[in-house]
């Protein structure tokens, strides 16, 4: 499925220059000692715009939920449609979630809290993105 190219910001390029190199990281706030995602400029609990650094993560997940994209406004997307879009609860801290297509999972055939990994593919301008897989 051919992706929208990513092009970062101030505050998500640490993210995407980790996608690129295989990694998956996440701000986290030193000062209350929290994850967020999506990156922020400052901590969404505690305020502290000054002690927030990336953590790696284990890459590894469970499917929360999907729900079946059929017509989606993202040219890029539209022939692949329809699609499973799926909210992937990370092992590390289940609070993090994000979204993603799952390689290789018939439309609506879902399993609702299998275990997950991460891998990254390319986008549409050479940006990787994390996508997530079933395992096990």
């Known amino acids: 499925m051919a992706k929208q190219g ?25 000062a209350c000692d929290r994850l967020q995602h999506p990156p922020q400029p400052s901590c969404d609990a505690c305020g502290s715009a000054d002690r927030l650094e990336w953590k790696e993560m284990s890459g590894r997940g469970k499917i929360y939920n999907y729900g079946v994209v059929y017509d989606c ?14 909210v992937i609860m990370l092992d590390d801290d289940p609070e993090i979630q994000m979204y993603s297509h799952l390689l290789g999972v018939p439309v ?14 390319a986008t549409a301008n050479g940006q990787k993105v994390p996508e997530w897989r079933v395992i096990g």
Request: charge should be negative; glycine fraction near 4%.
């Open 6 to 30: 990513v092009v970062p910001d101030e505050f998500t390029k640490p993210f995407w220059d980790a996608a690129n190199e295989g990694r998956l990281v996440i701000q986290n706030c030193t």
């Open 73 to 86: 406004p993202i040219r890029l997307l539209q022939d692949d449609q329809p699609f499973n879009a799926a």
């Open 108 to 121: 609506d055939d879902v399993p609702v809290g299998a275990n997950v990994e991460v891998t990254f593919e």
